[in-house]
């Protein structure tokens, strides 16, 4: 992408509605704009960056099972009525009506629909397990949107839903996706914890919430903090075989959000030193809540003794858009954010010194060229603005790498390579900088 014909509105000054340092980033950076409370467009370079962890969600949730669809935003009244949470649910629920005064809402979650999707079609033992997930904005009217896309009223989720023909089956669902969530969180760059939580207006008996420790964070949370060193489960986890001894790890520790902390065992399980009391994000969240929709709306299956019973269901959402608020909260400096690979909107980005002249031109072409036929992603910043502003600009905005071309350089046949992480430059001709940042890098 040349940065001439992208659209990357940074702001100089330091929005003075933003509160906590991702919202003032996400602004200055120019990935959102604010169009109502808690409603953001997502400017292009946002969107890049939403759409790789959108992607590393959905790689995740295939590789433990699960199946992508989409629903809609729009759900009819009468079905949150069958579950009886059309009433229960308060002024969160945007409400509206179709011109034949049908009444609708804009999904705040998806229970219900899935369920009665489910129900059509799926009648035997024989079709489970099955894990249905979707991205889909979801609308709550918070009473205090804050923080930008941390608390938003219109937001992007991930939401999957499991079925199962009994409990023990559910509960294997269940491990299938906390593992894929500790996956899931670690190749953002992020440690997310996973805590024993209340389950609020979803229900259920079972709930943990992946936390992110942050200072700026929402939930109160209280946990040893050796559960920080757990190994997180390669790639190549058998999905197919017992993860208990992994969920075992991971539970034994203790972690617990506030409304479910019990304080005699946290202080009989851990020790003085080890006692960590902070706030956190909470990112994610799993349920099980066996059949508190499929018991009233009718989901039944028939088991291996041909009697019909409710699936056990759960559900497991990931949140998407806030992720990037906590990607930021995890990962910037002075200068900017510093994105993780995995998540960069763009993998390097070019820096023309001297933008017109011949031979800086020419090696940024060739370097653009180059990068983009490695699959680097670069974003080649041809504008005609001064050194200084590209570089305060580069390292606003995160990139991995920055590669610096000038015509000092050049005489003498080198550019300048930075690595935005650790701030190491390095000189060398552009040939090397290029097999560098060639295709095997990370
Ligand atoms: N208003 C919001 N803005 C952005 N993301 C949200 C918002 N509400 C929930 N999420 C994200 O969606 C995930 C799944 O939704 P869930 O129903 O568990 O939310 P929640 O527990 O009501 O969230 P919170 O306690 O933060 O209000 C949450 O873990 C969170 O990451
Ligand atoms: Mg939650």
Request: with cysteine; glycine share 10%; hydrophobic share 40%.
């Amino acid at each position: 992408m040349r940065l001439s014909r992208f659209l990357l509105p940074v702001l100089k000054e330091t929005p003075a509605e933003a509160q906590i340092v991702s919202h003032r980033l996400m602004l200055r950076a120019g990935m959102i704009r604010q169009e109502a409370a808690g409603i953001y467009a997502w400017l292009p370079l946002g969107f890049r960056v939403l759409k790789k962890i959108e992607q590393i969600v959905r790689e995740e949730m295939d590789r433990a099972g699960g199946v992508e669809m989409l629903m809609p935003t729009l759900q009819l009244a009468d079905l949150w009525r069958e579950s009886g949470r059309y009433d229960a649910y308060g002024p969160e629920m945007l409400r509206l009506k179709d011109r034949h005064e049908r009444e609708l809402l804009y999904g705040p979650t998806n229970e219900e629909m899935i369920t009665e999707i489910f129900r059509a079609y799926v009648k035997s033992y024989k079709s489970l397990p099955l894990n249905l997930y979707h991205m889909q904005w979801k609308f709550r009217d918070e009473q205090r949107p804050r923080f930008g896309v941390m608390r938003g009223r219109e937001f992007l989720m991930k939401d999957a839903y499991s079925f199962d023909v009994d409990e023990a089956a559910a509960k294997r669902t269940y491990q299938r996706m906390f593992v894929a969530y500790l996956r899931i969180y670690s190749r953002m760059g992020l440690r997310a914890i996973p805590m024993r939580a209340e389950t609020g207006p979803i229900g259920g008996d079972l709930s943990h919430e992946l936390i992110v420790l942050a200072e700026t964070g929402e939930s109160v949370v209280f946990c040893d903090k050796r559960v920080l060193d757990l190994p997180i489960p390669d790639a190549d986890v058998d999905y197919q075989g017992d993860l208990t001894p992994i969920i075992d790890q991971w539970t034994s520790v203790y972690a617990a959000t506030e409304d479910v902390h019990d304080a005699a065992r946290y202080e009989a399980e851990v020790a003085e030193g080890d006692r960590t009391e902070t706030r956190g994000i909470e990112v994610g969240q799993l349920f099980f809540f066996g059949d508190k929709y499929s018991a009233p709306m009718k989901a039944t299956i028939t088991g291996p003794d041909g009697v019909d019973r409710p699936a056990q269901m759960g559900s497991y959402g990931v949140g998407v858009s806030r992720l990037l608020g906590a990607i930021i909260e995890a990962s910037h400096d002075e200068a900017g954010i510093v994105w993780p690979e995995a998540v960069a909107p763009f993998g390097v980005g070019i820096i023309n010194l001297r933008q017109g002249d011949a031979e800086c031109d020419a090696a940024c072409e060739t370097a653009y060229a180059a990068l983009a036929k490695a699959g680097r992603d670069p974003l080649y910043d041809d504008t005609d603005e001064r050194g200084g502003g590209k570089f305060a600009k580069m390292d606003l905005i995160g990139l991995p790498w920055q590669l610096i071309i000038g015509p000092k350089g050049l005489k003498d046949g080198v550019v300048e390579l930075k690595h935005r992480g650790s701030g190491e430059r390095e000189t060398l001709p552009l040939g090397e900088a290029l097999t560098k940042l060639g295709p095997g890098r990370p």
